[in-house]
């Protein structure tokens, strides 16, 4: 039996580690696995086992040509460490133990960032404002594990994608309860940045800040708990910290763009956001988008859209390894 070559992508995170097979001929994405990080100990063991995977599919060569592994971390040296998993990876490590296969590793959402210029409509839900305003920037955040962050900029016909570290931004209060949580996190953490709210684990940090205010005990105790609890309508608190996380995605949302000038649009990714579009849409997610002073006509018009489309990191990584092949 004949086998192809392939070429191997992966979208790998803080929970989960996202492995993909790409058609060497057609660069088209085949076969995917996710595997969870909490799983195995080490990056060269998730990948193992993806390379194992490959071989039960059958018809594929044992390793591939090249690989493009999108890394949420920054990727400033030949060795990357993610910020919340204890993985490493090791470049010329892996590139060993892939046959000396060319290797790319790219921050994620540099990869989010290249698959988003190849949405359909049918890959997104938009949140108020109008049309995007063609050639100019497009920002681009995700809560997941961390808050993700990128920029789109104008070139040409086309845009290059800027990566960033926006999730570590200060996280800025607007009221009186948002200062108060403020406080409960500063003296907890010592700074307190939007990924501290806006993440997973920020979802957990907002409902045990509120459950202190209100001299509570806090019973919930996963991010998934506090999530599901609010969208079942069975625990006020919950309630509360999802309406939070909404108007706070909102707000560092509506700060991107002003400083951005973000008139080509705002897009929310990550593997959270996209299980409560309803609620996102019912709260005051759009108002703490907007709700700038001076500057709320500024950003009425500019369209805010939650991608729904799977994998995107993976879409990205094809995408980002056919440009490097050019």
């Known amino acids: 039996m004949s086998v192809q070559p392939w070429n191997l992508v992966a979208d790998i995170g803080g929970t989960n580690a996202r492995f993909g097979v790409e058609d060497y001929a ?20 998730a990948l193992n086992h993806f390379l194992n995977d490959v071989k039960e599919m059958g018809g594929w060569e044992a390793l591939p040509r090249a ?17 919340n998993s204890p993985w490493t990876i090791d470049r010329h490590k892996v590139s060993e133990q892939l046959n000396s296969a060319r290797l790319s590793l790219v921050n994620d959402f540099v990869a989010v ?13 938009q949140i108020g404002g109008g049309a995007p305003v063609t050639g100019r920037p497009i ?18 016909t086309g845009y290059k994608v800027i990566e960033g570290e926006g ?19 500063n003296r907890r953490f010592g700074r307190v940045s939007a ?37 079942e309508g069975v625990d006020t608190l919950a309630l509360k910290s999802l309406q939070m996380f909404c108007r706070t ?24 956001v996209p299980r409560f579009i309803d609620f996102l849409e019912a709260s005051d997610f759009r108002h703490g988008f907007e709700n700038k002073g001076r500057f709320r006509s500024y ?25 490097s092949e050019l």
Not at 35 to 40: A, D, K, M
Not at 67 to 83: G, K, L, R
């Open 195 to 231: 990924e501290r709210l806006l993440s997973g684990a920020g979802i957990l940090n907002i409902y045990q800040a509120l459950a202190q205010l209100a001299n509570q005990s806090p019973v919930l105790q996963a991010p998934a708990e506090v999530t599901a609890a609010a969208l």
């Open 167 to 185: 999730g570590h931004v200060d996280f800025a209060p607007t009221d009186a309860q948002e200062i108060a949580v403020f406080e409960i996190l």
């Open 139 to 156: 920002a681009i955040l995700g809560p997941g594990t961390g808050l993700g962050v990128c920029t789109l900029v104008p070139i040409g």
């Open 26 to 45: 057609s660069s088209k994405l085949q076969e995917t696995r996710r595997y969870s990080v909490s799983e195995h100990a080490e990056f060269s063991d």
């Open 249 to 272: 995605l909102g707000a560092v949302a509506g700060n991107l763009a002003l400083t951005l000038g973000a008139k080509g649009g705002v897009y929310i990714a990550g593997g959270i």
């Open 299 to 323: 950003l009425t018009t500019i369209p805010t859209r939650v991608i729904t489309k799977d994998d995107l990191g993976l879409a990205g990584a094809v995408k980002k390894l056919s440009i």
């Open 113 to 125: 960032g290249h698959a988003v210029t190849a949405l359909k409509p049918k890959d997104w839900h």
């Open 67 to 83: 690989a493009c592994f999108a890394v949420a971390c920054a990727v400033e040296s030949d060795v990357v460490q993610f910020t």
